[in-house]
C-alpha cells in the first residue's frame, strides 16, 4: 500500500500541513504561524515530528512565483532550495508549486454546495476559469480546459497596477503615490490593502485614525458600528469587482470568476450588497460579455 503523502499551503501568515491518502482524503490538518518558525523545512519537521508521519512523497502550495530550485515566498522571508528541502524532510519527491495553481486545479471538483454565486449565468463549459484571491498578498490563476485535461496557469496578476473609476478612488491612490507605494492590485486587495484604504480615508478626511487591523476594519464595518470602516470596506469591494472584471477579460473566463483566499469568505453578504458586481460588469463595450459571466 502507498504510504500517504505530505501537502501543505504555504502562505505569508500560515502554513497548513495535511497527509493525502492515496484516494485523497486529508487526515491531520493543522496550521502552524510562519512567523514562529525560521524556514519552512523547520516548520514541516515541527509537524511531521508531531504527527509520526514518515512519508515518501510531498507537495507544497506556496504563495509566490516557482521558477527553478530556489523559492522565495513574496510576502514572507521565507527562501528555500526545492532539493535541499527534500532531503532535509526525508523525501523521495517534493513539487513545489504556486498557491493559485493549486487552487485553479482544484476548481473542476468543486460542487453547487461548495460555492455561492454572484451575478452571471451558468458557466460555459470548457472555457477558460479565472481564480484571485484577497489574503496577505493577493493570488492570481487560470485553468484552460485542452484535449487533454485541465491545465492551469500561475501568474502574477496580483502586480498588476489598478486604476481608480472615480473621484474617491483617485484620492486614495494619489495617497498611495505620495507615501511612496505603487498601486497594484496586491497594495489594496489583501489584508494589509484594506488598512491602507482605510488610512488613506482617515488622512484624506482629517479624521482620528484609530490603527484598526483588516480583521477589525471588517468586523466594523459589517456591524455598522464605524462609517470609515464601512467605507473602506466598500472601497475594497469596489476595487476587487474591478480586477475581477479585468481578470475575467483578459483570460475570456466564460467558465466562472472564483473568488478564493482567506479574506473575502468572512463578508459574503457585505460583498453583496455593494459595488462589487456593478463594477465587475462595467466594462464599456464589453459590458453584455462580461454581464453573463458568474462570479
Partial sequence: LREPALIADIGGT?????????EGALHEVRTLPT????????????????TGARPLEACFAVAGPVVGDRVRLTNHRWEFSVAATRDALGLARLRVINDFEAIALALPALAAEDLEQIGGEAPVAGRPMAVLGPGTGLGVAQLIATRSGFQPVSTEGGHATLGPRDEAELQILATLLRNGQHPSREAL?????????YWALCLNGGLDY???SAAEIQAHAVDGSDATCRAALGHFCAFLGTAAGDQALCCGAQGGVYIAGGIVPRFTAFLRQSRFRARFEDKGPMRDYVRAIPV
Avoid: C, T
Fill in 14 to 22: 500560515n502554513a497548513r500541513f495535511a497527509l493525502a491518502s492515496p
Fill in 210 to 212: 484609530q490603527g484598526y
Fill in 35 to 50: 512567523r514562529h518558525f525560521g524556514s519552512l523545512a523547520e516548520a514541516a519537521r515541527q509537524y511531521l515530528d508531531a
Fill in 189 to 197: 486587495l489583501s489584508g494589509p490593502g484594506i488598512e491602507r484604504i
